[in-house]
C-alpha cells in the first residue's frame, strides 16, 4: 500500500453530532441554523484545496472534556482511555465528514474507509487524518488491531 498524500488537523473545539433535518408543515426539510454554524466553524479551520481528492481513508480522533464534577483522581484515572458517552459515535463522525466533504467538492462518498475513536481529556479537540490512497490499493489496518 501506498499513500499518495495525507492532510492532518487538530480541531480545539468541542465535539458535535450531526443534526437530524427538521420540517415544519409543508415546507421542505432544513438543517438546523445551529448546526449550520457548527460545519462552517469547521470548514473556517480546514483548507478544503488541501484535502484530498479520489479514495480516501479517514482517521478521526475525539476528545471530550472531563465533567468538572469529576474528582482529580477520577479526572486522573480517566484521561486518554476510551470515551463511551453521547453524542453516538458515528453522528460525530458524520458531522466531521459533512464539513470535510461539502457536497459542493462530491460529498464524502469518496471516503472508503473511516475509522474513529473517542477519548476522555482535560481539552475538547477533534484530530483528523485523511490518506489518500492509490488506484486500487486498500489500507490494511490488520497490524494496528
Same mark, same amino acid.
Not at 19 to 40: D, H, I, L, N, S
Not at 52 to 57: A, E, Q, S, Y
Given at each position: ?10 480541531? !480545539? ?10 420540517? /415544519? =408543515? +409543508?415546507?421542505? @426539510?432544513?438543517? *438546523? ?33 472531563? !465533567? ?10 480517566? /484521561? =486518554? +482511555?476510551?470515551? @463511551?458517552?453521547? *453524542? ?58
Amino acid at each position: 500500500m501506498s499513500v499518495v498524500n495525507n492532510y492532518k488537523i487538530v480541531l !480545539p473545539m468541542k465535539p458535535f453530532g450531526k443534526a437530524r433535518p427538521r420540517c /415544519r =408543515g +409543508k415546507t421542505p @426539510p432544513y438543517m *438546523p441554523a445551529e448546526y449550520k454554524q457548527k460545519v462552517k466553524d469547521v470548514q473556517s479551520q480546514v483548507n478544503l484545496s488541501e484535502v484530498p481528492d479520489g479514495p480516501v481513508v479517514v482517521f478521526i480522533h475525539i476528545y471530550y472534556p472531563m !465533567p468538572k464534577s469529576w474528582s482529580v483522581a477520577k479526572k486522573d484515572l480517566a /484521561r =486518554g +482511555k476510551l470515551c @463511551p458517552r453521547k *453524542p453516538d459515535i458515528d453522528n460525530v463522525a458524520g458531522a466531521i465528514l459533512d464539513a470535510i466533504f461539502p457536497e459542493s467538492s462530491g460529498g464524502d462518498s469518496r471516503v472508503v474507509g473511516l475509522i474513529v475513536y473517542r477519548y476522555w481529556s482535560d481539552e475538547p479537540k477533534m484530530s483528523i487524518n485523511i490518506l489518500k490512497l492509490g488506484e486500487n490499493e486498500y489500507y490494511d489496518d490488520k497490524n494496528s488491531l
